[in-house]
């Protein structure tokens, strides 16, 4: 007993002086990991989708909540960049910054980790695919306005497959160049409808609008659900191990930042619904977790009152920017506990780092 204590001091200080140490070589419990971030998504956001729905949202029967401290290196309140690559690599780092940190270096995100570990991966969002936070996962630029350049990364970044808008990004360029050729090159399957991503089964990037795809008011229709039931598909073929997938709902916060609360409903509505997707899937193949979080607040929204019955809500708004507020985050399927708590946004890289078993 005396000798264990020793042990578990001697670990926790060398934890404590960041030394990396590799914990314990067992098989990691958690194969697959949905990480899905409602952009903008704080509690009044989920609860205006909640009274607009009629029913509780699927996001409500995850059994295990967080709240997560959103401010970057630099500023009380954060940008999608900055926590975007807070959540992807554990990396503080300043307002716009993408999967670099405060000196510009690059930092290795939770996916890069998954990939060079023999795991699948990819990214599923309904903004350019190129946006911050889908971009944070697996390019490396100063500027989140550096589109072209991100989209060179994502051309290299050797996902098994991404989803969103963008395709300008790649193939109407200043400089000329075309990476859908790149990426065709290199063996993937570039579709540009939803039916051509469900027809694919192996490496595939899906550019489903010239730049952000529509919101739900402007008929988007299921396209959230419907590409993340169809990449969860492709991912599972993809690696025996298992794989780390990021689903955004984009949108919250473009109707947030517009204060539009009919559009923030249906935004929030039309992630639930790709909640669903992941919650089904993880009930189907044990070692799932799913992780749903936001990366900040939006509008400062508030919701003096409303009526259930007539699933109506009055809606007001502090702002037209993110705010500093914690966000929730709720945790479902396999190894969900570790995500209870109160926790830095960077807590969430750590944990699923954890959870798959992934070294730095
Ligand atoms: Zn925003």
Sequence with gaps: MKQMSMFAALLAGLLAAGCGVQAAKKAPKVKNVILMIGDGMGPAQVYAGFTANGSPLNIMRCPFIGLTKTNSATRYTTDSAASGTAIAT???????????????????????????????????????????????????????????????????????????????????RADGANYSDTLRAAGYRVAYTLDDLKRADGKTVALLA?????????????????????????????????????????????????????????????????????????????????????????????????????????????????????VPLYAYGTGAEAFAGVYENTGIFERIMAAMGLGR
Excluded: W
Excluded at 111 to 121: E, F, I, M, N, V
Excluded at 242 to 261: C, K, L, P, R, T
Excluded at 265 to 291: H, K, M
């Design 210 to 326: 010239d730049g952000h795809m529509p919101s739900v008011q402007g008929g988007r229709g299921n396209a959230l659900p419907e590409a993340t039931e169809a990449v969860l598909g492709l991912l599972k073929q993809s690696s025996g191990k298992g794989f780390f997938v990021m689903v955004e709902g984009s949108q919250i916060d473009f109707e947030a930042h517009a204060n539009n609360a009919p559009g923030i409903a249906a935004e929030v509505i039309d992630f639930d619904r790709a909640v669903g997707v992941a919650q089904r899937f993880a009930d189907e193949n044990p070692g799932t977790l799913v992780v749903i979080c936001a990366d900040h607040e939006t509008g400062g929204m508030t919701l003096p009152d409303g009526n259930f019955a007539e699933k109506r809500f009055d809606a007001r708004f502090t702002s037209d920017y993110h705010t500093g507020v914690f």
């Design 90 to 172: 554990g990396t503080k780092t300043y307002n716009g910054a993408i999967g670099v940190d405060p000196d510009t270096l690059p930092v290795c995100s939770v996916l890069g980790y998954a990939l060079r570990g023999g795991y699948a991966g990819g990214v599923v969002a309904t903004s350019e695919v190129t946006h911050a936070t889908p971009a944070s996962f697996y390019a490396h630029q100063p500027d989140r306005n550096m589109g072209e350049a991100i989209a060179a990364d994502l051309a290299h970044a050797g996902l098994t497959v991404a989803v969103g808008g963008g395709r300008n990004h790649l193939e109407r």
